[in-house]
T-cell receptor
């Protein structure tokens, strides 16, 4: 199984809402990632988890809160987002941090 | 800041032609990776080439790496309409405990049927 799944596919939320994005992989990968991608731009790294511990936080605002409940799951909790946070949020995983990353299909988020 | 910079930014070719995309980077790398992204979807990994490798093939794809020039190229032979996508090179640095993969700005490839 070489698939990374993400739910939901689409999400519309107001600026006062709290929502969560979910990512799952069953490849036994030890590194998992959250990226944010705006239209016609490359993915921007947000967070990296390595062996279920947060290893990189790219100075992401605290309204984004990552969580890694176990080695297969990665969540991104969203609270009090701004319209400029509207983007495609991609999850990825890799065996180790320097290896090939496998991406999920993404969650398209719209903040109203 | 982006480590990899792709060239050209956009490429339009006829089906059956070859497409060549280039990537340049600034600092030493452990490996360089190429990814494809169809419109609005997740990225798909194409090839990873390590700093001690010079060329790799995968089906219709050929990637070269020249570490002396800090550049890489991706060649897609006999292109198909389905190859229409954005292509990104990404570099993983050679040193640093918490290094990260850094993506270039991407190349938009259009293959006309």
């Amino acid at each position: 199984d070489t698939e990374v799944t993400q739910t939901p596919k689409h999400l519309v939320m107001g600026m006062t809402n709290k929502k969560s994005l979910k990512c799952e992989q069953h490849m036994g990968h030890r590194a998992m990632y959250w990226y944010k991608q705006k239209a016609k731009k490359p993915p921007e790294l947000m967070f990296v988890y390595s062996y279920e511990k947060l290893s990189i936080n790219e100075s992401v605002p605290s309204r984004f809160s990552p969580e890694c409940p176990n080695s297969s799951l990665l969540n991104l909790h969203l609270h009090a987002l701004q319209p400029e946070d509207s983007a495609l949020y991609l999850c990825a995983s890799s065996q180790w941090q320097r290896e090939t990353q496998y991406f999920g299909p993404g969650t398209r988020l719209l903040v109203l | 800041s982006q480590q990899g910079e792709e060239d050209p930014q956009a490429l339009s070719i006829q089906e059956g032609e070859n497409a060549t995309m280039n990537c340049s980077y600034k600092t030493s790398i452990n490996n360089l990776q190429w990814y494809r992204q169809n419109s609005g979807r997740g990225l798909v990994h194409l090839i990873l080439i390590r700093s001690n490798e010079r060329e790799k093939h995968s089906g219709r794809l050929r990637v070269t790496l020249d570490t002396s020039k800090k550049s890489s190229s991706l060649l897609i032979t006999a292109s198909r309409a389905a190859d229409t996508a954005s292509y990104f090179c990404a570099t993983f640095p050679g040193t640093g405990a918490n290094s990260k993969l850094t993506f270039g700005k991407g190349i938009t490839l259009s293959v006309r049927p």
